[in-house]
């Protein structure tokens, strides 16, 4: 109790005010410490020791995810990475290619007033099989009329070409695969120029049906569309061509990875040459006093086609008629001649 007191009757704490000293002065040394070149020196090798044992720790605990229950990095892993990473490499060095071409021949096209396919607008469309459809190798996508689809779409994907639709719903549509045997895809090679026909061979690939030049083919060559039909559009990637015997088959690019996710194409947008509006002409009378020309302007030569204007009724000339013969006296016969007036008889 009187120890309390004391504390309650204002004597000074010796020991608390120690402690703090104590705790300046040994800040103040380390101060110092940590400012002296010697003193960093001989600290030297010791941070460079411990900064060793840090990047190794980093190291093997990076290097952790590499091992297989603690038998040895996995190399297979390392080489797919590897291979993933120079084919992402490639691709960004083909993406530049394509896009300085593209510019290219957007260019060129300007320059020609080259008149190009038009396409309509894209849907993109996720696919499923069907099941005891009509066909062998059909799928089901889940687009239909309501989204702009109609008979005859491309349906392609990131690989190449699919197939086509063939037949249009509400809400969705079916897509015949070239695998089918009903499919013909006219198609023609990249290097060698050659056509064919792309016909199904029962949902175990395709072949090229009637070449024109089989001997031009190349083998590993890539074959693409030919758009010769008029309803699939010019350029898109088939496969690669493969000799079997005697004939060409083509290992489709749609097989290289499973088909889910499609672009669903319109068809080039061509105009049939019926529909298209005739140039002006005038009908040929029948009457020979007046004739016009009734022939298309593409008919007439160039010069005249040119600045060739429809015919008005000042510019029509009557045609000049020709001429009766004149009968020959000497030889009508006395039937023919005309009869003499009363009062003029002959000089008999």
Do not use: C
Request: net charge neutral.
């Amino acid at each position: 109790m009187a120890w309390y007191g004391r504390r309650r009757s204002g004597e000074p704490r010796v020991g608390a005010r120690a402690v703090v000293v104590g705790l300046g002065i040994s800040m103040v040394g380390v101060l110092a410490i940590q400012t002296s070149t010697a003193v960093r020196n001989g600290i030297v090798p010791s941070r460079q020791s411990m900064d060793g044992v840090a990047a190794n720790l980093a190291s093997f605990s990076s290097g952790i995810s590499g091992w297989s229950f603690g038998f040895g990095r996995n190399a297979e892993d390392e080489a797919k990475i590897a291979e993933l990473e120079a084919r992402v490499r490639d691709l960004q060095r083909w993406k530049d290619l394509a896009e300085t071409m593209a510019l290219r021949m957007e260019r060129y096209e300007k320059l020609l007033d080259l008149v190009g396919e038009t396409q309509g607008q894209s849907v993109t469309a996720r696919v499923v099989a069907e099941e005891n459809g009509p066909f062998a190798s059909t799928r089901i996508a889940n687009a239909g009329a309501a989204s702009g689809v109609r008979e005859g779409f491309a349906v392609v994907n990131e690989n190449g070409l699919v197939g086509r639709v063939i037949r249009v719903g509400e809400y969705t549509s079916r897509i015949l695969l070239l695998t089918d045997f009903s499919s013909r895809i006219p198609v023609m090679g990249t290097q060698s120029g050659d056509r064919a026909l792309l016909v199904g061979d029962s949902g175990a690939g395709a072949q090229l049906l009637e070449p024109e030049t089989p001997d031009k083919i190349i083998a590993g060559e890539i074959w693409v569309t030919s758009g010769d039909d008029g309803k699939l559009p010019l350029g898109v990637r088939v496969g690669t061509a493969r000799k079997d015997g005697q004939s060409w088959r083509i290992d489709l690019a749609m097989e290289s990875a499973p088909v889910d996710f499609v672009r669903l194409v319109p068809p080039p947008d061509f105009a049939a040459p019926e529909t298209a509006p005739q140039l002006g002409g005038v009908e040929r009378n029948t009457d020979d006093s007046l004739k016009t020309v009734s022939e298309p302007l593409a008919a007439l030569p160039p010069a005249a086609a040119a600045g060739a204007q429809p015919p008005t009724a000042a510019s029509v000339v009557p045609r000049p008629q020709p001429a009766a013969p004149r009968p020959n006296a000497a030889t009508q016969s006395p039937a023919h001649q005309p009869a003499r007036p009363a009062g003029q008889g002959g000089g008999e």
